[in-house]
């Protein structure tokens, strides 16, 4: 059974650095997978997906990378902002067309 | 990206009544969506898939009875959470993908439940 487990839980920033959020799923034949970010209380916004053939993607600030033999995905913020508070949920599809499997997720807060 | 719409965002309900939530997808159509639960500081759990047409499938531990999955169109599913109780309490999120084939995921805002 896929685990997906996401290092660390919580993180605090100063505003301007540059961080990286760890996944790491434990059933490396993935379909692909999925970074989101969820605001407190609302739901979640597709940030990045990378699908199983690729190694990495980016949008604007954002960098996932993903290596399947090692079971590892990292989300990279470049020049965190306060407006980046929130936390980041990573989730794998193990096949096409079934449910996601989710971290439990980092808390991120960047302070001004 | 495609919207998926989820209603209502918030309700309140007297322990032992009934309530539903509405997941539809605006610009696409979905013949599965997904119904996930949030307990606080917790990871979404997967609920049950939502079949157009079919019976939901449901994942282990989940009361079908207690959870009612109607997916009566391409656009719209419903989950019911029947004779709620405080212990159902939580945040229900659904999520579809757009299209047959489509590998991303998006989700609704979700709906969080309290049952008093």
């Known amino acids: 059974k896929q685990e997906v487990t996401q290092i660390p839980a919580a993180l605090s920033v100063p505003e301007g650095e540059n961080l990286v959020l760890n996944c790491s799923f434990t059933?490396?034949?993935?379909?692909?997978l999925q970074w989101f970010r969820q605001d407190p209380g609302k739901g979640l916004t597709s940030l990045l997906l990378?699908?199983?053939?690729?190694r990495e993607q980016t949008s604007g600030r954002l960098n996932a990378s993903l290596d399947k033999s090692s079971g590892r995905s990292t989300l990279y913020i470049a020049a965190s902002q306060p407006g980046d508070s929130a936390t980041y949920l990573c989730?794998?599809?193990?096949?096409?067309?079934?449910?996601?499997?989710f971290g439990k997720g980092t808390t991120l807060s960047v302070s001004s | 990206g495609a919207v998926v719409s989820q209603h209502p965002s918030w309700v309140i309900c007297k322990s032992g009544t009934s309530v539903k939530i509405e997941c539809r997808s605006l610009?696409?159509?979905?013949?599965?969506m997904f119904w996930y639960r949030q307990f606080p500081k917790q990871s979404l759990m997967l609920m049950a898939t939502?079949?157009?047409?079919?019976?939901?499938?449901?994942e282990q531990g989940v009361e079908k009875d207690k959870f009612l999955i109607n997916h009566a169109s391409l656009t719209l599913s419903t989950l019911t959470v029947t004779s709620a109780h405080p212990e159902d309490s939580s945040f229900y999120i659904c999520?579809?993908?757009?299209?047959?084939?489509?590998?991303?995921?998006?989700f609704g805002q979700g709906t969080r439940l309290t049952v008093v």
């Open positions: 999520s579809a993908r757009s299209g047959v084939g489509a590998t991303e995921a998006f």
């Open positions: 059933d490396s034949a993935i379909y692909n």
């Open positions: 990378i699908q199983s053939s690729q």
């Open positions: 989730a794998t599809c193990n096949q096409a067309g079934t449910a996601l499997i």
């Open positions: 610009d696409f159509q979905a013949t599965t």
């Open positions: 939502s079949n157009e047409g079919s019976k939901a499938t449901y």
